[in-house]
T-cell receptor, first 116, second 111 residues
Framework: GAGVSQSPSNKVTEKGKDVELRCDPI?????LYWYRQSLGQGLEFLIYFQGNSAPDKSGLPSDRFSAERTGGSVSTLTIQRTQQEDSAVYLCASSPGLAFSYNEQFFGPGTRLTVL | AQRVTQPEKLLSVFKGAPVELKCNYS??????LFWYVQYSRQRLQLLLR??SRESIKGFTADLNKGETSFHLKKPFAQEEDSAMYYCALRGSGAGSYQLTFGKGTKLSVIP
């Protein structure tokens, strides 16, 4: 079947605008992760979902960032009042099962966000 | 706090030469260590994990708890190995779900 998909692949926005990034995990995967990759930085963990619940939101860089997941499937990462430092590649990953017994995380192609 | 350090941003080697991509970590418990690879215009994918003790595409990595290292090695580099390589750590126990990544090393294999 298809892998993790993300949309849009590229997003250019103006400072102060809100953006929504979408992730479609692999069918049947209950765990979903968001990461951010900024220029010259590694991948920074943002948030994790098990089903529709996000047990830990401490990775979100500010209260302008929020995420939700509905139906145990699609997830949306929303950034309000975007700032230039939000420019990055946002990666989504999913894995089959419970978080504490390792399951391989499968990554999507990412959304490149540019804030002008 | 957990941390992964990849000291080299860029590593260039000639085809056929040995490759070693360094990774050091900081974690108080027993971590799980991984190497991820991203080829040009492709998505990030798992290369290998320490618990599997496997060799993938000729690459191996041994977890050295004394030195807190998980270096990636290959005896003879190939041009198709050119890519970005990320070392990642996952903590042990319930509640450990996120991967902590290093900043990555770009491997360039010179023909």
């Amino acid at each position: 079947g298809a892998g993790v998909s993300q949309s849009p692949s590229n997003k250019v926005t103006e400072k102060g605008k809100d953006v929504e990034l979408r992730c479609d995990p692999i069918s049947g995967h209950t765990a979903l992760y968001w990461y951010r990759q900024s220029l010259g930085q590694g991948l920074e963990f943002l948030i994790y979902f098990q089903g529709n619940s996000a047990p830990d939101k401490s990775g979100l860089p500010s209260d302008r960032f929020s995420a939700e997941r509905t139906g145990g499937s699609v997830s949306t990462l929303t950034i309000q009042r975007t700032q230039q430092e939000d420019s990055a590649v946002y990666l989504c990953a999913s894995s089959p099962g419970l978080a504490f017994s390792y399951n391989e995380q499968f990554f999507g192609p990412g959304t490149r966000l540019t804030v002008l | 706090a957990q941390r992964v350090t990849q000291p080299e941003k860029l590593l260039s080697v000639f085809k056929g030469a040995p490759v070693e991509l360094k990774c050091n970590y900081s974690y108080s418990g027993s971590p799980e260590l991984f190497w991820y690879v991203q080829y040009s215009r492709q998505r990030l994918q798992l290369l290998l994990r320490h618990i599997s003790r496997e060799s993938i595409k000729g690459f191996t990595a041994d977890l050295n708890k004394g030195e807190t290292s998980f270096h990636l090695k290959k005896p003879f580099a190939q041009e198709e190995d050119s890519a970005m390589y990320y070392c990642a750590l996952r903590g042990s126990g319930a509640g450990s779900y996120q991967l902590t990544f290093g900043k990555g090393t770009k491997l360039s294999v010179i023909p």
